[in-house]
């Protein structure tokens, strides 16, 4: 296995979300996560690449794996120089759809991770980045505790 703290893929093609998802799906296991945990990580990845390739053509899919107050975790961060979100709070909006997909949005994305931050800008472009933290229950069951 990969033990590297960190990683990034770009992102332009259906491809490059296929390798996305396997990078993700590969790290959230090493991190310790549930079988479920892991497909909500996986899921929401592949809904954020996809977002890029639709809206804005190309960008950058980063990970890390995160330690804080909460434990341990993993951070996925979705960067393109795309048009950016010209409304932030709508595009949040559970069912909010600009039209383009079918996925599940933002919202969505944010509710299989728990925790997402919204950077965009009008024609500069969006930074999304997601955080799951491995639940404390999990963790202890994993290491035998």
Same mark, same amino acid.
């Given at each position: 296995?990969?033990?590297?703290?960190?990683?990034?893929?770009?992102?332009?093609?259906?491809?490059?979300?296929?390798?996305?998802?396997?990078?993700? !799906?590969?790290?959230? =296991?090493?991190?310790?996560?549930?079988?479920?945990? =892991? %497909?909500?990580?996986?899921?929401?990845?592949?809904?954020?690449? !996809?977002?890029?390739?639709?809206?804005?053509?190309?960008? =950058?899919?980063?990970? !890390?794996?995160?330690?804080?107050?909460? *434990?341990?975790?993993?951070?996925?961060?979705?960067?393109?120089?795309?048009?950016?979100?010209?409304?932030?709070?709508?595009?949040? %909006?559970? $069912?909010?759809?600009? @039209?383009?997909?079918?996925?599940?949005?933002?919202?969505?994305?944010?509710?299989?991770? $728990?925790?997402?931050?919204?950077?965009?800008?009008? @024609?500069? *472009?969006?930074?999304?980045?997601? !955080?799951?933290?491995?639940?404390?229950?999990?963790?202890?069951?994993?290491? @035998?505790?």
């Amino acid at each position: 296995m990969d033990s590297r703290k960190n990683g990034e893929v770009n992102i332009s093609s259906e491809m490059d979300i296929i390798t996305a998802r396997k990078a993700v !799906r590969q790290v959230a =296991v090493e991190i310790g996560f549930s079988l479920t945990d =892991v %497909t909500r990580i996986v899921t929401s990845a592949s809904e954020l690449a !996809r977002n890029i390739v639709t809206y804005a053509e190309k960008g =950058v899919m980063s990970w !890390r794996k995160i330690n804080g107050m909460e *434990g341990k975790g993993i951070e996925i961060t979705f960067t393109d120089k795309g048009p950016g979100i010209p409304d932030i709070a709508e595009a949040e %909006t559970p $069912g909010f759809s600009s @039209g383009k997909g079918l996925g599940m949005g933002l919202s969505g994305a944010k509710r299989l991770m $728990g925790e997402l931050d919204i950077e965009s800008e009008k @024609g500069q *472009g969006t930074k999304v980045t997601v !955080r799951k933290w491995l639940k404390r229950y999990h963790a202890e069951r994993s290491l @035998g505790a």
